[in-house]
């Protein structure tokens, strides 16, 4: 079974940080690009990060630059999504995703609140 499996998400603080894990499994893993995905309440879905399938070439929207860093662990079939300096506008559903958004995780939230 091709499955994406998030998990990190949580309630936190302005200024503060998460890991957001992506458990990948049933393809190959270590070939694909992959990519995060987020849904603020009531909105659209928002591209944030990207990255290749080796890990040396990463992309993210402006809005995150400089705050999150997208990594992967191909061994163990593991994306990541590191997150400092949180914003109350960074709440939000987080999907990780292939590439080309072929597959989808269920998502898990993320509430930046005081």
């Known amino acids: 079974e091709v499955q994406l499996v998030e998990s990190g998400g949580g309630l936190v603080q302005p200024g503060g940080s998460l890991r957001l894990s992506c458990a990948a499994s049933?393809?190959?893993?270590?070939?694909?690009?992959m990519s995060w995905v987020r849904q603020a309440p009531g909105k659209g879905l928002e591209w944030v990060s990207g990255?290749?399938?080796?890990?040396?070439?990463?992309s993210y929207t402006d809005s995150v630059k400089g705050r999150f860093t997208i990594s992967r662990d191909n061994a163990n079939n593991d994306l990541y999504l590191q997150m400092n300096s949180l914003k109350p506008e960074d709440t939000a559903v987080y999907y990780c995703?292939?590439?080309?958004?072929?597959?989808w995780g269920q998502g898990t939230l993320v509430t930046v609140s005081s």
């Open positions: 995703a292939t590439w080309s958004l072929e597959v």
């Open positions: 049933g393809f190959p893993f270590s070939t694909y690009g």
């Open positions: 990255i290749n399938s080796g890990g040396s070439s990463t």
